[in-house]
């Protein structure tokens, strides 16, 4: 695929889009909900597949999860 060239952001600036923590964001690659790309031994995000509207409920999705297996 070819992107427009645009600036990569690493595990700081995502969890800032997604409004989830660093925990909600390692979650999010596991489950291969969240784009990640791995540079060297970095990882970065795409900014623009961040906002990509199928993430826009992910916060809820894993504040719940988490609320679920609270005891």
Do not use: T
């Not at 489950?31 to 409920?57: C, K, N, Q, T």
């Amino acid at each position: 695929m070819n992107y427009p060239a645009e600036n990569l952001v690493g595990p700081a600036g995502a969890c800032q889009i997604l409004g989830i923590d660093l925990h909600g964001l390692l979650q999010g690659i596991n489950d291969g909900i969240v784009p990640a790309y791995r540079i060297g031994e970095a990882v970065r995000f795409r900014p623009s597949e961040l906002r990509h509207p199928a993430l826009s409920g992910l916060a809820e999705l894993y504040r719940s999860r988490q609320g679920h297996f609270a005891a």
